[in-house]
């Protein structure tokens, strides 16, 4: 496995300086992968983002979208995503930021969330940006694939996995060389159930008045704005 970027430690909403911005586009070997709309994942990270869950599922906002660019054309290659967690803490809102309260709960592991394209050659991936709009979080651990098991009050970050599909086994380990790992720290957030900033409430309410990421294919300032 090629990983690029890991999460930092500390992020904004947990007291830390306000940092510059994380970079937007990584390198990993000869492939490269862009963060579609960064400027609006910048502005919920400096707040540190939250993301509400369900027991049926709901999608993110932002959600994740790329452009990725070397691959080789010819190559199959699948995309996947994981959410995984930051860290070994569980945190509470004391109204300004986010405090550690404690040691997390074990996280559901290997729940991988395959884009649902398949096995493509990387001409394909290319063309245009690779949205995962439909990854819904839940914290309902019977929930079914398509959905990343979460709890709440505990920090996580999306990874995206480039896997060579050609010669290698339909789920390969994460750690098999042809796996390329990017993470890109600005979309680390918190799972909630209700929002506990007030900020991030109108900053959604903003960018995604609709209240879904799908819509926001069509409609919001994901799409429209810088």
Known sequence: MERAAPPAALGPGLGAALMESPPSCLRSGS???HLKK???WDKFYN????MRMSKRGRFMFPYCEYSVWGLEPAKNYIMAMDISPVDSYRYRYNGSKWQLSGKATPHVMGRLYFHPKGSVPGR???LAPLSFARLRLTNCPAAAEGHAILHSMHRYIPQLHI???D???PRPSLDDPRVYTFVFQQTEFFA?????NKFIRQLKHFYNPYGTALRDVKGSKQVTGA
């Open 38 to 40: 960064w400027s609006i």
């Open 167 to 169: 010669g290698v086994a």
């Open 47 to 50: 707040l540190g983002t939250e």
């Open 192 to 196: 909630v159930t209700k929002y506990e």
């Open 163 to 165: 896997i060579v599909a």
């Open 124 to 126: 394909e991936w290319m």
């Open 31 to 33: 492939v490269k992968v």
